[in-house]
């Protein structure tokens, strides 16, 4: 069998620029603009994370502040790095009471790999924040505010709890309407592929 040396370099130098195209994409979101293909992601979905919807193209997150505990300012960008869980919640919020568990037990398993950020949207005062979060034995997550609702607003979250996976570039990729079981075995696997998408 004989094998065209040219041919042979042309193809592995058009490969090769086809993976420079897709790396410099990856690492900057101004150079995204075609879809991402989640296919393999979304086989993972099971249970709960059937709910999870990968957005047919990255698109930015709020750039707007929320509220720290400590009573300083913070953003989103703030996160860039790992991929986030971010999930917008309230006391008040039923579903997020069953909810907040499985994001702390996230946070312990994957801590080390991904962020999860939580941020109570509208009026949810200090102590009972502290108060919902040590009632559900969740007391380790941020308690970051939103109290004006404006990021929920800028990321057009229209109920609770609402949670957006951005990736390494704070890009928002997906999101989950309702609750979920944030450390279901499906949840696991998909936030540790997203994480470290070797």
Same mark, same amino acid.
């Not at 979101?29 to 919807?53: G, I």
């Not at 941020?119 to 040590?134: E, M």
């Not at 704070?170 to 540790?192: Q, V």
């Given at each position: 069998m004989k094998?065209?040396?040219?041919?042979l370099v042309y193809t592995a130098l058009v490969v090769g620029a086809i993976a420079a195209i897709g790396f410099v994409a990856l690492?900057?979101?101004?150079?995204?603009?075609?879809?991402?293909?989640?296919?393999?992601l979304e086989a993972l979905r099971e249970d709960d994370m059937r709910k999870l919807v990968f957005a047919p193209a990255p698109k930015e997150a709020s750039a707007l502040p929320f509220t720290k505990k400590d009573g300083g300012s913070g953003?989103?960008?703030?996160?860039?790095?790992?991929?986030?869980v971010l999930n917008f919640w309230a006391?008040?919020?039923?579903?997020?009471?069953?909810?907040m568990p499985s994001l702390a037990k996230l946070q312990r398993e994957l801590g080390d790999k991904?962020?999860?950020?939580?941020?109570?949207?509208?009026?949810?005062?200090?102590p009972a924040i502290d108060k919902f979060l040590a009632e559900v034995g969740a007391d380790s997550l941020p308690r970051h505010r939103d109290p004006?609702?404006?990021?929920?607003r800028d990321m057009a979250v229209l109920g609770l709890p609402i949670t957006?996976?951005?990736?390494?570039?704070?890009?928002? $990729? *997906?999101? &989950?309407?309702?609750? %979920?079981d944030w450390a279901s075995p499906?949840? $696991? *696997?998909? &936030?540790?592929?997203? %994480?470290?998408?070797?």
């Amino acid at each position: 069998m004989k094998f065209n040396r040219s041919a042979l370099v042309y193809t592995a130098l058009v490969v090769g620029a086809i993976a420079a195209i897709g790396f410099v994409a990856l690492k900057n979101p101004a150079a995204r603009s075609a879809p991402v293909d989640y296919s393999a992601l979304e086989a993972l979905r099971e249970d709960d994370m059937r709910k999870l919807v990968f957005a047919p193209a990255p698109k930015e997150a709020s750039a707007l502040p929320f509220t720290k505990k400590d009573g300083g300012s913070g953003t989103l960008a703030d996160y860039r790095g790992k991929v986030t869980v971010l999930n917008f919640w309230a006391t008040w919020c039923a579903p997020c009471r069953e909810e907040m568990p499985s994001l702390a037990k996230l946070q312990r398993e994957l801590g080390d790999k991904i962020h999860v950020v939580t941020l109570a949207t509208g009026r949810n005062a200090p102590p009972a924040i502290d108060k919902f979060l040590a009632e559900v034995g969740a007391d380790s997550l941020p308690r970051h505010r939103d109290p004006k609702s404006a990021i929920a607003r800028d990321m057009a979250v229209l109920g609770l709890p609402i949670t957006v996976i951005l990736d390494a570039q704070g890009m928002e $990729i *997906a999101r &989950l309407t309702g609750d %979920a079981d944030w450390a279901s075995p499906s949840a $696991i *696997a998909i &936030l540790s592929a997203l %994480a470290d998408p070797a």
